[in-house]
């Protein structure tokens, strides 16, 4: 079972820049997240999706965009790279069907480095 | 809103000792609870769950227990291994499915 993969694991951008983070999950959930871990500030909550076609502002969604088109994958878009991004981001996903408890299932991360 | 504070690391232990990561939740009616365990260099994974008051969790050796009366749900380990190493981030889950986590502790075991 491959469960939430993320492509790239690691990437280093120049300011302005574009890229996209892919997050494919093989589980047939509903939800899923973007975070960001930064030191000291655990993990924040940048946008999420509770389905297909569907997306929401998480704690931090400023600077970054995202597409759920298929279910089984989640798009993270940064449109002009700034420093401040540099960080590992974290890709998510959940059920969310008859008596779901919520818990998550974590990529492995993908480490962005601007500069 | 929900939230959750857990105690700032890091924790450091010779190997063997005892541990207790302590956790308190604020949350509306009564969501799950979670411990999240994050290697270096990895994801997180879900150590340990509990889904209704008083129920315990357990895991690898760590248990917790959903204290509704204390809103807490401590993480406790009898014989930490240097193998136990990792952030451990606290997390509950109401009606919404959007969890809100803890900032995460940070264990060291010494050998």
């Known amino acids: 079972n491959a469960g939430v993969t993320q492509t790239p694991k690691f990437r280093v951008l120049k300011t302005g820049q574009s890229m996209t983070l892919l997050c494919a999950q093989d589980m047939n959930h509903e939800y899923m997240y973007w975070y960001r871990q930064d030191p000291g500030m655990g993990l924040r909550l940048i946008h999420y999706?509770?389905?297909?076609?569907?997306?929401a502002k998480g704690e931090v969604p400023d600077g970054y965009n995202v597409s759920r088109l298929k279910k089984q994958n989640f798009l993270l878009g940064l449109e002009s790279a700034a420093p401040s991004q540099t960080s590992v981001y974290f890709c998510?996903?959940?059920?969310?069907?008859?008596?779901?408890?919520?818990?998550?299932?974590f990529g492995e991360g993908s480490r962005l480095t601007v500069l | 809103g929900d939230s959750v504070t857990q105690m700032e690391g890091p924790v450091t232990l010779s190997e063997e000792a005892f541990l207790t990561i302590n956790c308190t939740y604020t949350a509306t009616g009564y969501p799950s609870l979670f411990w999240y365990v994050q290697y270096p260099g990895e994801g997180l994974q879900l150590l340990l769950k509990a889904t209704k008051a008083d129920d315990k969790g357990s895991n690898k050796g760590f248990e917790a227990t959903y204290r509704k009366e204390t809103t807490s749900f401590h993480l406790e380990k009898g014989s930490v291994q240097v193998s136990d190493s990792a952030v451990y981030f606290c997390a509950s889950s109401g009606g919404s499915y959007i969890p809100t986590f803890g900032r995460g502790t940070s264990l060291i075991v010494h050998p």
């Open positions: 999706s509770v389905g297909e076609g569907t997306t």
């Open positions: 998510a996903s959940s059920y969310a069907g008859f008596n779901p408890t919520g818990e998550l299932f």
